[in-house]
């Protein structure tokens, strides 16, 4: 997670790409459609590699809720600070910012 936040900011956040992807995919039905497609495709994946790489403390059902909070709270917080306005930077702080929230939730 902290390698995506790290090629977001480096990459789509000083393009404006990622406030362009954000207020697509809020305004755009076919656009929502595919993105949540690759959304759930993602998250299974990631879920699937994280249980396999821990097999002896991880079910499937933990696995995918960790995958869930992790993946949701950095994108709600990306998509709330880019509606927000806010500078790359801190875009980039606010998904930190959630990452950190959930790995401490976890502890």
Known sequence: ???????TSDNDLPSGLAAL???LA???????AR??????????ELALALQRAFPDKLDTITA???V???VGAVSASASAALRRGDEPAEVR??????????ARSVR
Not at 1 to 7: E, F, K, L, T, Y
Not at 93 to 102: F, G, K, S
């Open 1 to 7: 997670m902290d390698q995506m936040i790290a090629d």
């Open 21 to 23: 992807r954000s207020r």
């Open 26 to 32: 809020a305004s755009v039905p076919a656009l929502q």
């Open 35 to 44: 993105l949540l497609q690759r959304y759930l495709t993602a998250q299974a």
């Open 64 to 66: 995918s809720a960790l």
């Open 68 to 70: 869930g909070a992790m």
């Open 93 to 102: 702080n606010a998904m930190r910012e959630a990452m950190a929230l959930v």
